[in-house]
């Protein structure tokens, strides 16, 4: 690390379970941020500010003015941008010495096997079933830690999903593939602002700390917070020994 280095990142160095090593880690690390929305611009922000040295940012969408309630990683003046490329620029004005890769587009079942494998950790930051439980196939099947988390209205959930734990669950454990979840979408159930940013920064937390190999993840854990009466709770969560997805790894 250079002098401008040892400065950004002072204040990480300066702890003990970090120091230099860690924030090398983190300097060597690529995080990939699918979703660059409500949960991903706050996790992609912290991540690019605590020098995660690349970072790939996924999101198809571009920015609407019904995103600025929340999607803090976007201004006014980028409406109608790609979300991917709006989120670069903010993250390449915090911290211009990362790379930031941004990817405008669906992702299938085999682009995202290219870009997990290439990732040390995944963030999962969309909305919808269909592309969290093809996210976690891709991290089951290519052994990459994943970072979920979810909100909706006033209500959000955060756990990590290790498949290098050996007998930890999938998320598929949690919400089997077949099981009708309705997809529930803010555009029609709303979502109050700041839980976004709270879950997402979480999200940041758990992917540094995955990182750097410090402390104890959410792995077998589903933390669940209610915003309306700002209340967390920890449920234990096992492995499902009949999963399709991870049983047979
Ligand atoms: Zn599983």
Known sequence: MNDSQLLRYSRHILLDEIGIEGQQKLLAAHALVIGAGGLGSPAAI????AGVGHITLVDNDTVDLTNLQRQIAHTTE?????????????LAQINPEIDVTALTERVDDARLAELVAQADVVLDCTDNFATRHAVNRA?????????????????????????????????????????KFEDVACSTMGVF?????????????????????VGASL?????????LHMEW????VGRNGDCPVCAKK
Do not use: H, N
């Open 139 to 179: 991290c089951v099947a290519l052994g990459k830690p994943l970072v979920s988390g979810a909100v909706i209205r006033f209500d959000g959930q955060v756990s990590v999903f290790d498949p290098r734990g050996g007998a930890q669950p999938c998320y598929s454990c949690l919400f089997p593939q077949d099981q």
């Open 78 to 90: 980028r409406v109608g941008q790609p979300k991917a490329e709006s989120a670069r620029v903010t």
């Open 219 to 227: 792995a077998g854990r589903l933390l669940m917070l209610d915003g």
């Open 233 to 236: 709770t920890s449920i234990g």
């Open 46 to 49: 912290y991540l690019a500010s």
């Open 193 to 213: 602002a700041p839980l976004v940013g709270v879950v997402g920064a979480m999200q940041a937390a758990e992917a540094l700390k995955l990182l750097m190999g």
